[in-house]
């Protein structure tokens, strides 16, 4: 029988759809200090002012703060699969067609939070962490998480909130993030 998973987070965009083309996770638990660390890093496609995440946690962080890529880097470089190929040609084999085009874009970012949106909503924290402008909620409502995020700029369908309503209900907080302004 194969366990249940469930999602970690999700975009919440501006305008447009942005397509999350990777994440890496490393988690950190300290037991005596009974605390998790998770370092995030994802990699997308689309314009930097439509990013926007959502993320449920069972708690409002004690920190929110940017990190460095090294630990990722140094991972990754032991961890990495790595591949050899073989090349043997008997006569009626074509040449292979191997494209790798990776791209970039970029554009500058309008973000601000309305803590006051008028809706059953609680902004539990609200900061300004390097790029990123960052809001941890906490609702009984998803009706009225959905209007506040509505009111500040993310683009929410009834998919999306039926995916954060199962945390919502069992009274996890969410982190939204938005790129700052440049």
């Known amino acids: 029988m194969t366990p249940n998973a469930e999602a970690c987070g999700g975009f919440f965009c501006n305008r447009t759809p942005v397509s999350q083309t990777g994440e890496q996770i490393i988690f950190t638990v300290d037991s005596g200090a009974d605390t998790v660390r998770a370092d995030i890093q994802i990699q997308y496609q689309g314009l930097a002012e439509d990013f926007a995440w959502l993320l449920p946690l069972t708690d409002a962080p ?3 703060e940017t ?3 090294r630990a990722f880097q140094w991972l990754d470089g032991r961890t990495r699969p790595q591949f050899s190929l073989r090349r043997e040609e008997d006569g009626n084999c ?3 067609s191997i494209e790798n085009s990776p791209q970039s874009q970029s554009a500058d970012a309008s973000v601000a939070f309305d803590s006051d949106a008028g809706t059953d909503v609680t902004v539990l924290q609200q900061s300004a962490v390097g790029p990123y402008d960052s809001v941890v909620l906490e609702s009984e409502s998803p009706s009225d998480v ?3 995020l509505e009111q500040n700029g993310y683009q929410v369908t009834s998919r999306m909130i039926e995916a954060v309503t199962p ?3 069992k009274g996890d907080v969410l982190l939204a993030l938005k790129l700052q302004k440049n």
Request: net charge positive; no cysteine.
């Open 167 to 169: 945390y919502i209900s």
């Open 146 to 148: 959905r209007t506040w």
């Open 94 to 96: 074509r040449e292979p």
């Open 67 to 69: 990190g460095s890529t």
């Open 62 to 64: 004690l920190a929110i």
